[in-house]
């Protein structure tokens, strides 16, 4: 099969048939250029969609993935990152050994089918000149033996004309012989340009036309092969990200079978435990027995004052345990004595770290100047020693701060350590909030008293007292007795009392004090006789009155 003996008459068709085979390639170019975006805005999507879910840098979101459910989910965003690569990889190739070469292919396609056809159409214009040149001596042969024919018919009438002079008939017989030799000549030539032309039209029908018929149809065959192998990158383009895909969702299978219940039951345990224990049973009191009421060990009141009774959760409650305060929502202390022991320890501790990682940064960066200084010494072309004095000297303030700010929180911290109870004395204690005392003839005035935000203290001091509980269900069974006030103290900063068990003060007003700091860092103070409660010792000067009895 040749297009240049079976198409030998179909010029025109193959112009528009190779020229549609171009406009099928860049077509297809311009599908594999759209399916390239579609990746990218896809990869971009993807990548959006990832960092859109990942956890803020120091925030309390980012403490969330400690779980290993969000340890989980935070693996998936990552490998949906990793997914979304595959996917620009996918776009880049394409790009690169797809659309470029074809691009390059089709210029080069462009230009041979322009050449091949441009040599048709000088073949074509060849014989065309061929078959003119043909037709014009076939004319002029015609015309001169039509000449011819005239001629000799005029000489045969002259010659047959008596009339006539014998110079005329010599003249006409002259000019027959002439137009018979002139149809001769055009004769002759006429015959050799059809001859020349019979030749040239075989040349063209079978040579000249097949051979650049053959062109085009290799050029066509090549242009098709070429779409061919292009479908088939298409496709291995693809296939070579399916490994790596794979392994993305691999990544997420494994990440989900990590997933740890049991572990992130005991990341809440570890995250939200106080370090109190549950309270005992609270005692029946009756009523209807003499109002001398003796209180148990386990009971959840918390008596301050002398012989005054309060109920640890109830109306006009003055002492309040920690499961029943409500979360401060005010600025947060700095040794933060507003959370429970557990916690505090914790956030302590936290705190700790990062200033001995703040010391360990300055002093690498003094260490960095001190050898910098060095080699300024060394090589005084390099730069002015003393002038690393004044930043090298403030690094040493920072680190000393940093210092003097580590050893106060390390203070807190072995005193919060301190005062949490041991394992072992668990069976011992019976809650961790307070330790009562059960027997009423030992003279104590020992409290395990948590402050209004909840801080843990122990203190111990003498006075003979017996603890009684009092109920505060109804109005009608309150009948305590405001504490005597021991001085008096003077606000030095406004504190917004937002707890049960504080109150409100304004700078520079003046209160009454009612029980003094016992260690918890609160003061007690009273306002009038409905408004009293606690106040951090570091916001009031106190005045005591000399005369008071300390408990």
Same mark, same amino acid.
């Given at each position: 099969?040749?297009?240049? !003996?079976?198409?030998?008459?179909?010029?025109?068709?193959?112009?528009?048939?190779?020229?549609?085979?171009?406009?099928?390639?860049?077509?297809?170019?311009?599908?594999?250029?759209?399916?390239?975006?579609?990746?990218?805005?896809?990869?971009?999507?993807?990548?959006?969609?990832?960092?859109?879910?990942?956890?803020?840098?120091?925030?309390?979101?980012?403490?969330?993935?400690?779980?290993?459910?969000?340890?989980?989910? $935070?693996?998936?965003?990552?490998?949906?990152?990793?997914?979304?690569?595959?996917?620009?990889?996918?776009?880049?190739?394409?790009?690169?050994?797809?659309?470029?070469?074809?691009?390059?292919?089709?210029?080069?396609?462009?230009?041979?089918?322009?050449?091949?056809?441009?040599?048709?159409?000088?073949?074509?214009?060849?014989?065309?000149?061929?078959?003119?040149?043909?037709?014009?001596?076939?004319?002029?042969?015609?015309?001169?033996?039509?000449?011819?024919?005239?001629?000799?018919?005029?000489?045969? /009438?002259?010659?047959?004309?008596?009339?006539?002079?014998?110079?005329?008939?010599?003249?006409?017989?002259?000019?027959?012989?002439?137009?018979?030799?002139?149809?001769? =000549?055009?004769?002759?030539?006429?015959? %050799?340009?059809?001859?020349?032309?019979?030749?040239?039209?075989?040349?063209?029908?079978?040579?000249?036309?097949?051979?650049?018929?053959?062109?085009?149809?290799?050029?066509?065959?090549?242009?098709?092969?070429?779409?061919?192998?292009?479908?088939?990158?298409?496709?291995?383009?693809?296939?070579?990200?399916?490994?790596?895909?794979?392994?993305?969702?691999?990544?997420?299978?494994?990440?989900?079978?990590?997933?740890?219940?049991?572990?992130?039951?005991?990341?809440?345990?570890?995250?939200?435990?106080?370090?109190?224990?549950?309270?005992?049973?609270?005692?029946?009191?009756?009523?209807?027995?003499?109002?001398?009421?003796?209180?148990?060990?386990?009971?959840?009141?918390?008596?301050?004052?002398?012989? /005054? %009774?309060?109920?640890?959760? #109830?109306?006009?409650?003055?002492?309040?345990?920690?499961?029943?305060?409500?979360?401060?929502?005010?600025?947060?202390?700095?040794?933060?004595?507003?959370?429970?022991?557990?916690?505090?320890?914790?956030?302590?501790?936290? /705190?700790?770290?990062?200033?001995?990682? *703040?010391?360990?940064?300055?002093?690498?960066?003094?260490?960095?100047?001190?050898?910098?200084?060095?080699?300024?010494?060394?090589?005084?072309?390099?730069?002015?020693?003393?002038?690393?004095?004044?930043?090298?000297?403030?690094?040493?303030?920072?680190? =000393?701060?940093?210092?003097?700010?580590?050893?106060?929180?390390?203070?807190? $911290?072995?005193?919060?350590?301190?005062?949490?109870?041991?394992?072992?004395?668990?069976?011992?204690?019976?809650?961790?909030?307070?330790?009562?005392?059960?027997?009423?003839?030992?003279?104590?005035?020992?409290?395990?008293?948590?402050?209004?935000?909840?801080?843990?203290?122990?203190?111990?001091?003498? *006075?003979?007292?017996?603890?009684?509980?009092?109920?505060?269900?109804?109005?009608?069974?309150?009948?305590?007795?405001?504490?005597?006030?021991?001085?008096?103290?003077?606000?030095?900063?406004?504190?917004?009392?937002?707890?049960?068990?504080?109150?409100?003060?304004?700078?520079? *007003?003046?209160?009454?004090?009612?029980?003094?700091?016992?260690?918890?860092?609160?003061?007690? !103070?009273?306002?009038?006789?409905?408004?009293? #409660?606690?106040?951090?010792?570091?916001?009031?000067?106190?005045?005591?009155?000399?005369?008071? /009895?300390?408990?």
């Amino acid at each position: 099969m040749s297009w240049g !003996i079976e198409l030998w008459d179909q010029f025109d068709n193959l112009e528009k048939h190779t020229q549609w085979g171009i406009d099928i390639l860049e077509k297809y170019i311009k599908f594999v250029k759209e399916r390239t975006e579609i990746e990218l805005s896809y990869a971009k999507q993807l990548r959006n969609l990832s960092k859109k879910y990942q956890p803020k840098k120091n925030s309390k979101e980012e403490e969330e993935y400690r779980y290993t459910a969000c340890q989980a989910f $935070l693996a998936t965003l990552n490998e949906m990152n990793d997914y979304a690569g595959q996917h620009e990889l996918i776009s880049e190739n394409m790009t690169s050994q797809i659309i470029v070469e074809l691009v390059r292919y089709v210029q080069e396609l462009k230009q041979e089918r322009k050449s091949h056809f441009h040599d048709g159409r000088k073949a074509q214009q060849h014989i065309e000149m061929c078959w003119k040149q043909l037709e014009s001596s076939k004319r002029r042969f015609e015309r001169d033996c039509k000449e011819a024919d005239r001629a000799q018919q005029y000489f045969e /009438k002259m010659d047959a004309d008596i009339n006539v002079t014998k110079a005329d008939v010599e003249k006409a017989r002259q000019q027959a012989q002439t137009r018979h030799q002139m149809a001769e =000549d055009s004769k002759t030539d006429y015959s %050799s340009i059809l001859q020349k032309f019979n030749h040239e039209q075989h040349e063209y029908y079978h040579t000249h036309v097949p051979n650049i018929f053959q062109k085009i149809q290799e050029m066509e065959e090549r242009r098709i092969v070429r779409i061919g192998e292009s479908v088939k990158t298409y496709a291995e383009l693809d296939r070579q990200v399916i490994p790596i895909i794979g392994k993305c969702l691999d990544g997420i299978v494994k990440a989900a079978e990590s997933i740890d219940p049991k572990n992130d039951s005991q990341l809440v345990v570890e995250a939200y435990k106080s370090g109190f224990e549950p309270p005992g049973d609270i005692e029946f009191e009756d009523y209807t027995q003499p109002m001398k009421r003796t209180v148990s060990d386990n009971s959840l009141s918390n008596s301050r004052g002398e012989g /005054k %009774s309060e109920l640890k959760f #109830g109306g006009k409650s003055k002492g309040k345990l920690w499961p029943f305060i409500k979360k401060n929502k005010g600025a947060t202390p700095e040794d933060f004595s507003n959370l429970p022991p557990e916690q505090r320890r914790k956030k302590l501790q936290q /705190k700790v770290d990062e200033l001995n990682k *703040e010391i360990q940064k300055e002093m690498d960066q003094r260490d960095a100047i001190t050898k910098m200084k060095d080699v300024y010494l060394k090589n005084p072309q390099m730069g002015d020693p003393t002038s690393l004095d004044h930043k090298l000297a403030e690094v040493s303030q920072n680190i =000393d701060k940093l210092r003097l700010e580590t050893q106060k929180f390390e203070a807190w $911290l072995a005193e919060v350590e301190g005062r949490l109870p041991a394992r072992s004395d668990q069976a011992r204690r019976q809650s961790g909030m307070y330790e009562a005392q059960n027997a009423p003839s030992v003279n104590n005035c020992a409290q395990d008293r948590e402050s209004p935000d909840g801080s843990y203290t122990e203190e111990q001091s003498q *006075e003979s007292e017996v603890k009684v509980l009092a109920t505060d269900f109804d109005d009608e069974f309150d009948d305590e007795e405001p504490l005597p006030a021991i001085g008096t103290c003077k606000a030095l900063y406004t504190f917004e009392g937002q707890n049960e068990g504080t109150i409100s003060v304004v700078e520079g *007003e003046t209160l009454y004090v009612i029980e003094e700091d016992k260690g918890d860092g609160w003061t007690r !103070i009273r306002r009038n006789e409905d408004e009293e #409660g606690y106040v951090p010792t570091s916001y009031v000067e106190v005045y005591l009155d000399k005369n008071a /009895k300390d408990c």
